[in-house]
């Protein structure tokens, strides 16, 4: 099968997120705290300057910094730019402006929004108020942004005292989003999925007037000789286990309970194995040479996806021997 190179490449929006967690240590596990409970401190310095953000590590001498300090929610806008068009998971989703803000009491400035309705109600040498969230959780986003006004905004009564703990850890979602445009190989490839089909690519002719090695997936081009993969083979669902891992720690998202295996799978004709699920057998079972066949799922659910295959479950066939083998692990 040739690749058709007037056919339309595939393209959809694709968004890779993760949670970055980290324990903050002994000093800024203060400054989260304070946050909480609507204050703001820092840290001093060996010169006596007082760093807010709190640092970790003296600017002049690179030793601990231990010497907290309060300081004001109120400050001075040393510098600032306009965001115009607020980006997802930004503080305000009007436009604002980010700007540099001297607290009272501090030295150097932080970063932060502060909110107005236009770029020229807001100058350098502005009067800001921290503005706060109504349920502090121990982050910066506590601050909800900056609004102009030389007054701290009173903060209520609490209940009680609190007796949470110090916050310790800080858990920050992260995530980029762009639009993905599958190469041809890789769209011929998503289509035949699509169909039921698993198509490996190869370059027909290489160098040396032989075909090329078949990958599966389909790359766009041949790693070894750099040629284009022009020409695919339709692939059986069938094949061998050549390297494995058993998984037996529990993760978010995960939606098979551990213990459970991963492995690489050899298709029949293929030159390259990739990593699929292998079930129904105890994980102590799998091995390598062991032959599996794909599962798949109803028809009605298959779309532009490898997880058209739910998993791969082992055959009646006899184990393939290492050296069928032995070069594409």
Excluded: C
């Excluded at 030389?150 to 858990?171: F, I, L, M």
Aim: overall charge negative; proline content about 9%.
């Amino acid at each position: 099968m040739q690749i058709d190179e007037h056919e339309q490449p595939l393209s959809a929006p694709l968004k890779l997120a993760f949670d970055y967690t980290r324990s903050v240590g002994p000093l800024l596990s203060q400054f989260f705290t304070a946050l909480r409970e609507r204050r703001i401190v820092g840290v001093r310095g060996s010169d006596g300057r007082v760093h807010v953000p709190p640092a970790e590590y003296d600017p002049v001498t690179y030793q601990a910094l231990t010497e907290v300090v309060p300081v004001s929610a109120v400050g001075t806008v040393q510098s600032w730019t306009w965001q115009s068009t607020p980006l997802p998971g930004q503080p305000l989703d009007q436009p604002f402006a980010w700007a540099l803000i001297l607290l009272d009491g501090a030295d150097t400035p932080m970063l932060h929004a502060v909110k107005a309705d236009a770029a020229a109600e807001i100058n350098t040498g502005d009067r800001v108020h921290a503005h706060w969230v109504d349920e502090p959780v121990g982050a910066i986003t506590d601050i909800a942004y900056f609004l102009p006004g030389d007054s701290e905004e009173p903060v209520e009564a609490s209940a009680g005292p609190d007796d949470r703990d110090p916050v310790t850890v800080q858990v920050t979602p992260s995530f980029i989003e762009i639009q993905h445009t599958a190469s041809l190989p890789e769209t011929t490839f998503l289509k035949a999925l699509q169909e039921g089909k698993l198509m490996g690519g190869r370059t027909g002719k290489s160098r040396d007037g032989q075909p090329g090695k078949v990958y599966f997936p389909p790359k766009e081009a041949d790693p070894a000789t750099g040629l284009a993969l022009d020409e695919f083979i339709e692939l059986t669902d069938k094949g061998t286990v050549t390297t494995f891992a058993v998984i037996n720690i529990p993760f978010p998202g995960q939606r098979i309970k551990p213990p459970y295996v991963a492995a690489y799978v050899l298709l029949d004709g293929a030159d390259i194995p990739f990593l699929h699920l292998v079930t129904e057998i105890e994980a102590a079972d799998v091995r390598m040479g062991m032959r599996v066949q794909a599962v798949w799922k109803p028809r009605e659910e298959w779309g532009l996806g490898i997880d058209n295959i739910d998993y791969f479950k082992p055959t009646d066939e006899p184990d393939a021997d290492y050296d069928s083998y032995k070069h594409h692990l």
